[in-house]
Each structure stands twice: as structure tokens, then as C-alpha cells.
């Protein structure tokens, strides 16, 4: 009895969106063949990653936040650090990534914990540099929060430096970012900067 089922759609089939397009121009570009069997399927395969790593871009700090925010009479630092950040520089695409140390005193509100590592995955997750990455944290919980102050530090390593350029593989740079009293009085500043630098 013949077989009736239908043969397999070939994936050469599936028309490429614009995106994909442009991925298999690059490859042509660099001197590859995106024809060959190793690359057929890199255009989709980055652009799926690359959408995943710029999601941030549709991602609202009020959404992940959401109704995380409780009254609570709690005066004193509250700091969530060595927070895990991978984010893609905006000169060159390449990832920089380390960790992000951040701090508020409450003014009657606070926020579940957990939160903060996804306020900072907002905006990391988006083509970025990290100076303005650290402004934007800082500015989205002092809206949210409106404490008496925000500190946040990101301490990473940038590829751009690492495998292009000047090569160099163990340089780190770190960015500050200063709200409130952690701006204005030198010791909330200095207890902060202690606290998130300490190992352990």
C-alpha cells in the first residue's frame, strides 16, 4: 500500500524574515558561506538569541515590580549585591557582564527582594553602556520606592576591551550611581561602598 503520508516540509522552505535576511548577508560579507551545512540555520538562530539578550526593550519596570511594594516603618540600608548582569554594549554588540551591588534606605515603603535583580535584567537586557545602565537603575527604584535614598554600583568586564582593541583581559570598570542621602551625607555613602565591596 503506497505511502499517503506527505513528505517532510524542508526547512530551506520556510521563507526568512527580514532579519534572518540580513544575519545571511553578514555571513556573506565576513567571507562565509551561509549556504554550508554548519551556518543554514545560524541567521535564525541569532536572531532568536539576539532578541532574547534585547528583550529588556519590552520589558516595564512597574510589570515586574507589580504589586511587590508593602508599607512598611523600616529606616535603615537594605542591599541586594553581587546581583548576576549580562548586558550588550551598544558600540559593538558584544556582552559586558558582572554584578550589580544596590542599596535604598525606605521612607515607609519597601520591595520584595527579588524584585531588584529584575529591575536590573529591565534595562540590562537592552543594547546599553554601562554608565547609563547604573543611572537608569538608580532613577527606576527611587520612582518606584521614593526613598530616602538609592545607591547602585556595577562592577564588569567589557569583551569589546577584552577581544578587540587593546586586548586587555583583566580590566574591570566600575560605575556609581547616587540618590538621596547616599548622595548627599559622605557616611551612608561610605557605609554603602564598604558594605558592597566586602567579600562574603
Same mark, same amino acid.
Given at each position: 500500500m503506497p505511502d499517503l503520508k506527505s &513528505?517532510?516540509? &524542508?526547512?530551506?522552505?520556510?521563507e526568512p524574515t527580514p532579519f534572518q535576511r540580513l544575519i545571511h548577508t553578514m555571513l556573506a560579507e565576513l567571507g562565509e558561506d551561509p549556504?554550508?551545512? %554548519?551556518?543554514?540555520?545560524?541567521?535564525?538562530? +541569532? *536572531?532568536?538569541?539576539?532578541?532574547?539578550?534585547?528583550?529588556?526593550?519590552?520589558?516595564? +519596570?512597574?510589570? +515586574?515590580? %507589580?504589586?511587590?511594594?508593602?508599607? *512598611?516603618?523600616?529606616?535603615?540600608m537594605v542591599i541586594v549585591k553581587d546581583i548576576e548582569m549580562y548586558s550588550?554594549?551598544?558600540h559593538h554588540m558584544l556582552p559586558f557582564f558582572g554584578k550589580v551591588h544596590v542599596a535604598y534606605i525606605p521612607n515607609g515603603k519597601i520591595v520584595g527582594l527579588s524584585k531588584l535583580p529584575r529591575v536590573v535584567e529591565v534595562f540590562a537586557r537592552r543594547l546599553q553602556v554601562q554608565e547609563r545602565l547604573t543611572e537608569q537603575i538608580a532613577s527606576a527604584i527611587q520612582e518606584v520606592l521614593q526613598p530616602q535614598g538609592v545607591g547602585v554600583v556595577i562592577e564588569a568586564a567589557h569583551l569589546c576591551m577584552m577581544m578587540r582593541g587593546v586586548e586587555k583581559q583583566n580590566s574591570r570598570t566600575i560605575t556609581s550611581a547616587m540618590k538621596g542621602v547616599f548622595l548627599e551625607d559622605l557616611r551612608t555613602r561610605e557605609e554603602f561602598l564598604r558594605l558592597c565591596m566586602m567579600n562574603g
Open positions: &513528505p517532510a516540509e &524542508p526547512a530551506s522552505a520556510v549556504d554550508r551545512d %554548519g551556518l543554514l540555520r545560524t541567521p535564525e538562530r +541569532v *536572531e532568536k538569541s539576539l532578541r532574547w539578550l534585547t528583550r529588556g526593550h519590552e520589558l516595564s +519596570v512597574r510589570d +515586574v515590580i %507589580g504589586d511587590a511594594v508593602f508599607e *512598611e516603618d523600616h529606616h535603615n550588550m554594549c551598544e
